[in-house]
C-alpha cells in the first residue's frame, strides 16, 4: 500500500506540470485561437522526459493521465470528441514508441552521451512522431478532413519540436536539485543578467523585425557564463513567457511572420530550441570545469603530504584512467617527471603483455573488489622494463577517483624467476636424464629418485630394505659392496666417489654393467646433510663397443670379412708365403647384370640374394680360405696355399658351378652368372693392393669377352685397361671441348631412288685430327654413363640441322636417330624430346628415333606409355638391326612401329647365301603384312640392290647409294641424284 501511495505521490508532479501546459494552451487559445494548437505538444515531450528519468516506473499511469488531459483540453478549445480521442490516442502511441526505444533493461538512456543524444533524434524526433501521425491520417481521410495532408504535415513537424523542446528543458529541471548554490556575488550578477535578458526579450518580441529577436542571445549567453543551470533554465522560461504573451496579443516579428496562425506558435518554439541548443551545453561545460576544480583543489590538500615523501609511486586518477596527480617517486622508479606525468594516461607506460591485467585491476578497483593488486610491467624512460606491484583503491568521498600505488618489484622478481628457472631446470633434467639419480639422507635412507632411479627400484630384490646399498646391490670384481658401497664412502669421508664400473643385482634379470658415482652434500656451515648418487647403464654402450668392432671388421649384409679385414689378412698370407715360397691367389668376383636383378625386383630381394651368394662361396672354400665383401656385388675370395694356377683355376671353376645354380628369392626363381678375375703371387705382384687391383682388370676382361668365365691376369690387360681409362677421360674433354660432330647417310627410295631421309652419325675429331668413328668410343661411353649426354647432344643437334636443311633441294628429307637404352629409360625422355622438337621447331613427323629390340622386350608399362607418347607426338619409331636380337611378333603388335631396319649382317651375303635371302624375303613380307616399312642397311653393290628392289624392300641405305657426309654433300647428292650402276668402295 505504501509503495503505491509512493508511486502516486511521485507522479504528481509531473502531471500538474501536463496540466499546466494544457491550462496554458487552453489560454493562449482562448487569446490567439488556432495558434496555440502546437504547445499541446509540450506535453507529450515532458512525459517522455520524466519517465526517461525515472527509467520507465509508472509509465502507464503517467501516459494515461497526460493523454487524459490532453483529451480534455482539446475538446475544452472546441474539438470534437472523436477528434479529440484519435488525438489522444496517437499521443500515446508515440510516447510509448519513444519509450520503448530510449529505455533498455528498467534504465534510462539520457543526452548525456552522443550514442544516448542519436537515438534520441531518431526515435524521438523522427520515428514516434511519424508513426503516431501515419496512424491519425487514414481517420484524417475517412472523416473527409478539408486539409488532411496540410493537418498531417503540421501534427508531425509540431510533435518532434514540441518533444525537442520539452525533453531537454524537463530533463534540466529535474536535475534542479543537484545543483549547488551560488556565493552571494554571483548570485547578484545572475541576477542582473536575467533582468537584461527579459528586457532584451521585451524588445525583441514587440517590433515587427524577424533578425531582431537575436538579441536574446548576448544576454541568455551572458547568463550561462555567470550562473549556473537553475539561471539558465529561468532565463529561457522568461524568454518563451515573453514570446508567448507577445505572440498571442499580436505582437511581434513572429506574429507578423507566421502566414498561418498555428505556425507562430511552431516559430516560438523554434526559437526556445534555439536558444536552449546554445545556452545548455555552454552552461554544462562551464559547471563541469568549476566542479573540477573545485574537486582537484580539495583532493591535492589531503593526498599531497602523505604522497610526497612515500618511495612507492602515488597515482590519482580520474575514472577514465588519467593521471591527476603523480608522486615524485616516479622519477627515481621510472624515470618520468612528476609534472609530465599529469593529465596523461598510465595505459601508455604498460607493457602490451600487461595490458589485460592491467584492465581486470582497473575493473576490480571501481567495482571495489578487494583485494586489488596485480603485477604489472611498466616502461622505464631510458627504454628499459620494471616489475611493478600495482594496489589501491577508490576514495568514499570522491567515487570518481582512483588511488593507485606502484611499488617497484623487479629485484624481488628477477630472484624469483631465477629460483624458479634454476629449480626447473633442475627438475626437467632430472626427469629426462637417462642416468638413475638418487637423493639420500645423512643416515643413508633414500630421500629422492627420478624415474629412471624409480624404475629400478620397482626391479629391485629387496624392495623392503631400508638403505639403498640394501635395495640396490652393488658387485665390483666379483664381491658385494657393503661398507664400500659408493654412497656410504660419501657420507663417511664427506669427499666424492668415482665414477667406477660395477655390476647392479636386479630381480630376475642377469646383472648390468654400471657406471657409479655418489656425491656428498654439504650445508653452508660445511657439514655432510646428505649425499647424492648416481648410476649410469653402460651395459648397452659396451655392447655397442663390441658391436662398432664388429662392424670395423666385418660387412653389415652377409657378416664376411670387409675390405679392412681382407687387406690385413692378405698381408698376414703374403708374409708367409714369401716365407714358404708357396703361391698365393686373390678371385675378385662380380656378379653379371645384378643392377638390372636390383632394379627390377628391388633391393630387399636384392640384398636376400646377396647372402645366399655369400653362403655358396663359404661352401666352396676351406677353412683358412677367406671369402671377403668389397660391396656392391663384389666379392673377393683369398686362397692363401696354392701349389700352382691349377689350384686357382679349380677353384674359380667351382664358384662359377656354384653360383650358376638356380637360386630362389621369395617367390622367384632367378639363374645367375659370373665373372671371375685371378691375380697370383709372385706372378702378378707381391703387394696386398695390387694383387686386388690386377684381379679385377682380370674380371672386367673376363666381362668383356662373354661373362660367367674366369681370367687369369695378364700384362696386356692392364695395358687395355689404361688404354679404355685414357680414351674415356678423353672423351669426358672431347665433350667439353665440343670435338663431337655429325654426319649424315642418306636413306633412298627403292623405287625411285630418291632420298627421303637421313640417318645422323656421331664422329669424334680428336686434338690430332684423327676422327673416331663411333664403334670406338660408343662402348666406353656406355660404360662410363657419358652416353647420356651424347645422346641427347645428338638428337638435339640433328633437329636442328634437319629444320635447316628444309629450305633447299633436302626438303621433306627426315632425320633418324639412334637413341641408347640408357638415354630411352630416364623419365624425362618424352619431354626432352619435346624440347628439342620446340627449340628447333622441326615438325614431328621429320624426325625417327631408332631403338634396339632389346628396348621392347621388357614390357613394363612405363615404356609402352613411353611409346604411345612418341606415337601421339607425331615421331616415327624405328627397330635397329631387326632380327640380330630377340625377335618377337609380340612387340610388333603391341608398340607403334614405323619401320624395320635389316642389320647389314644379312645384306652382306644375301647374293650368295640363299639363307640370308630367305630371311630377308621373311622380314619384308612380314612388315608388309603388319603395314611396317622396311630399310636394308650394308647396301655395297648393285646386285644387293636389285635383289632387295626384287623382294618388295621400301627404303636401301649403304655406301653404294651414299657415304656418310655433311649437310653439303647430302645436298649435293640430292641435286644429282644417287647413282644405281656404278659400286661404291667400302669404307675403311
Not at 493562449?28 to 495558434?35: E, I, N, Q, T, V
Not at 544516448?116 to 487514414?138: E, Y
Not at 624481488?412 to 629426462?432: G, I, P
Not at 639420500?440 to 624392495?463: H, V
Request: proline content about 5%.
Amino acid at each position: 500500500m505504501n509503495t503505491i501511495k509512493r508511486q502516486i505521490q511521485s507522479l504528481l508532479p509531473p502531471l500538474a506540470a501536463v496540466v499546466a501546459v494544457t491550462l496554458l494552451s487552453l489560454w493562449l487559445y482562448k487569446m490567439g485561437g488556432s495558434k496555440s494548437l502546437p504547445a499541446l505538444c509540450l506535453g507529450n515531450g515532458i512525459c517522455l522526459a520524466v519517465l526517461m528519468h525515472r527509467a520507465r516506473r509508472g509509465a502507464v499511469a503517467l501516459v494515461t493521465g497526460a493523454c487524459c488531459t490532453i483529451w480534455l483540453t482539446n475538446m475544452a478549445m472546441g474539438i470534437s470528441v472523436e477528434e479529440s480521442l484519435v488525438g489522444a490516442l496517437g499521443n500515446a502511441l508515440e510516447m510509448g514508441i519513444a519509450l520503448w526505444a530510449l529505455s533498455k533493461k528498467d534504465r534510462a538512456t539520457h543526452l548525456e552521451t552522443p550514442y544516448g543524444t542519436k537515438r534520441f533524434i531518431i526515435w524521438a524526433l523522427l520515428v514516434a512522431p511519424l508513426v503516431s501521425t501515419l496512424a491519425v491520417f487514414p481517420w484524417l481521410i475517412l472523416t473527409g478532413h478539408p486539409h488532411s495532408w496540410e493537418t498531417g504535415g503540421l501534427r508531425f513537424v509540431t510533435h518532434a519540436m514540441g518533444t525537442a523542446l520539452a525533453v531537454p528543458l524537463t530533463m534540466e529541471v529535474l536535475r534542479w536539485h543537484r545543483e549547488p548554490g551560488l556565493s552571494r556575488r554571483r548570485t547578484h550578477r545572475c541576477a542582473q543578467a536575467l533582468l537584461g535578458l527579459i528586457g532584451a526579450s521585451a524588445i525583441a518580441f514587440v517590433q515587427p523585425t524577424l533578425p531582431v529577436l537575436f538579441i536574446v542571445f548576448p544576454p541568455l549567453v551572458l547568463l550561462a557564463l555567470t550562473g549556473n543551470r537553475r539561471w539558465v533554465i529561468a532565463g529561457i522560461i522568461a524568454v518563451a513567457t515573453v514570446g508567448a504573451v507577445a505572440t498571442a496579443a499580436g505582437y511581434g516579428p513572429i506574429h507578423h511572420q507566421a502566414p498561418l496562425p498555428a505556425w507562430s506558435a511552431l516559430l516560438l518554439q523554434l526559437c526556445v530550441l534555439s536558444c536552449m541548443s546554445v545556452v545548455l551545453p555552454l552552461t554544462a561545460s562551464m559547471e563541469q570545469r568549476r566542479r573540477l576544480a573545485r574537486t582537484l583543489r580539495g583532493s591535492e590538500a589531503r593526498y599531497r603530504m602523505l604522497a610526497e615523501h612515500s618511495h612507492d609511486i602515488v597515482l590519482l586518477l580520474d575514472a577514465d584512467g588519467y593521471c591527476k596527480y603523480v608522486s615524485p617517486a616516479i622519477q627515481d622508479m621510472l624515470g618520468y617527471p612528476a609534472v609530465k606525468m599529469v593529465e596523461s594516461s598510465l595505459e601508455s607506460l604498460i607493457d602490451e603483455k600487461s595490458q589485460a591485467i592491467a584492465r581486470e585491476l582497473w575493473t576490480q578497483l571501481l567495482q571495489r573488489k578487494p583485494p586489488a593488486t596485480a603485477l604489472l610491467t611498466m616502461r622505464h624512460a631510458d627504454g628499459t622494463f620494471r616489475n611493478v606491484e600495482a594496489t589501491g583503491g577508490v576514495i568514499d568521498e570522491e567515487p570518481d577517483r582512483v588511488v593507485l600505488t606502484l611499488r617497484d618489484v623487479t629485484a624481488r622478481v628477477a630472484a624469483e624467476d631465477a629460483l624458479r628457472q634454476e629449480r626447473l631446470m633442475t627438475d626437467v633434467t632430472l626427469q629426462v636424464i637417462g642416468d638413475a639419480v638418487f637423493t639420500l639422507d645423512r643416515n643413508g635412507k633414500l630421500e629422492f629418485a627420478n624415474p629412471a632411479g624409480r624404475a629400478l627400484l620397482d626391479r629391485s630384490i629387496a624392495p623392503n630394505e631400508r638403505t639403498l646399498e640394501q635395495q640396490l646391490p652393488l658387485w665390483r670384481e666379483g664381491e658385494r659392496m657393503t661398507q664400500m658401497h659408493p654412497a656410504c664412502m660419501a657420507l663417511q669421508s664427506g669427499l666424492p666417489e668415482g665414477p667406477f664400473l660395477c655390476a647392479l643385482e636386479l630381480k630376475d634379470e642377469t646383472r648390468h654393467a654400471i657406471e657409479c658415482s655418489a656425491t656428498p652434500i654439504r650445508s653452508s656451515s660445511e657439514d655432510v646433510m646428505g649425499a647424492v648418487l648416481v648410476l649410469r647403464d653402460v651395459s648397452a654402450v659396451l655392447e655397442l663397443s663390441e658391436r662398432m668392432a664388429h662392424l670395423a671388421h666385418f660387412d653389415a649384409l652377409t657378416g664376411l670379412p670387409n675390405r679392412a679385414l681382407l687387406l690385413e689378412r692378405l698381408d698376414i698370407a703374403l708374409a708367409r708365403a714369401k716365407h714358404t715360397a708357396h703361391h698365393l691367389a686373390v678371385l675378385f668376383i662380380d656378379l653379371d647384370r645384378f643392377k638390372q636383378i636390383n632394379d627390377t625386383l628391388g633391393h630387399g630381394p636384392g640384398d636376400e640374394l646377396l647372402q645366399q651368394v655369400a653362403d655358396r662361396l663359404l661352401s666352396v672354400v676351406k677353412g683358412a680360405d677367406t671369402v671377403a665383401r668389397l660391396g656392391g656385388d663384389e666379392f673377393v675370395v683369398l686362397l692363401p696355399d696354392l701349389s700352382d694356377k691349377s689350384d686357382a683355376a679349380i677353384a674359380a671353376t667351382k664358384a662359377l658351378e656354384m653360383l650358376s645354380k638356380p637360386i630362389r628369392v621369395g617367390r622367384r626363381e632367378l639363374q645367375l652368372s659370373a665373372s671371375i678375375g685371378v691375380s697370383m703371387f709372385p706372378d702378378d705382384g707381391d703387394d696386398a693392393d695390387l694383387l686386388i687391383r690386377h684381379a679385377d682388370i682380370a674380371m672386367y676382361a673376363a666381362k668383356r669377352n662373354g661373362r660367367n668365365d674366369y681370367h687369369f691376369y695378364t700384362a696386356a690387360m692392364e695395358a687395355n685397361a689404361q688404354k679404355e681409362f685414357d680414351l674415356e677421360n678423353a672423351l669426358r674433354f672431347a665433350l667439353m671441348r665440343s670435338e663431337l660432330f655429325l654426319e649424315f647417310q642418306p636413306r633412298v627410295d627403292t623405287s625411285s631412288r630418291k632420298i627421303i631421309a637421313t640417318e645422323a652419325l656421331m664422329r669424334w675429331r680428336r686434338p690430332d685430327g684423327e676422327v673416331c668413328l663411333p664403334d670406338v668410343f660408343i662402348p666406353i661411353a656406355e660404360t662410363s654413363g657419358l652416353i647420356l649426354g651424347m645422346g641427347n647432344w645428338v638428337l638435339k643437334e640433328a633437329c636442328r640441322a634437319c629444320k635447316a636443311w628444309q629450305h633447299g633441294p633436302l626438303k621433306g628429307v627426315s632425320v633418324s636417330v639412334n637413341i641408347s637404352q640408357v638415354q630411352f629409360v630416364r623419365d624425362n625422355f618424352l619431354s626432352f624430346v619435346m624440347e628439342s622438337l620446340r627449340e628447333t621447331g622441326l615438325p614431328p613427323h621429320l624426325l625417327e628415333l631408332e631403338l634396339t629390340e632389346s628396348m621392347l622386350m621388357e614390357p613394363s608399362e612405363s615404356i609402352q606409355q613411353r611409346i604411345a607418347g612418341l606415337s601421339a607426338l607425331g615421331v616415327k619409331l624405328s627397330i635397329d638391326d631387326f632380327g640380330t636380337g630377340f625377335s618377337s611378333l609380340a612387340y610388333l603388335r603391341r608398340f607403334a612401329i614405323d619401320t624395320l631396319k635389316i642389320d647389314r649382317s644379312f645384306v652382306m651375303h644375301m647374293t650368295d647365301d640363299p639363307e640370308d635371302a630367305s630371311v630377308i624375303h621373311a622380314i619384308i613380307a612380314l612388315a608388309i603384312s603388319l603395314g611396317k616399312r622396311v630399310v636394308a642397311e650394308g647396301v655395297e653393290t648393285v646386285q644387293q640392290a636389285t635383289q632387295l628392289a626384287a623382294l618388295g624392300c621400301h627404303e636401301m641405305q649403304g655406301h653404294w647409294l651414299g657415304r656418310p657426309g655433311d649437310v653439303g654433300q647430302l645436298a649435293q647428292l640430292a641435286r644429282h641424284g644417287t647413282k644405281s650402276t656404278t659400286p661404291r668402295a667400302a669404307q675403311g
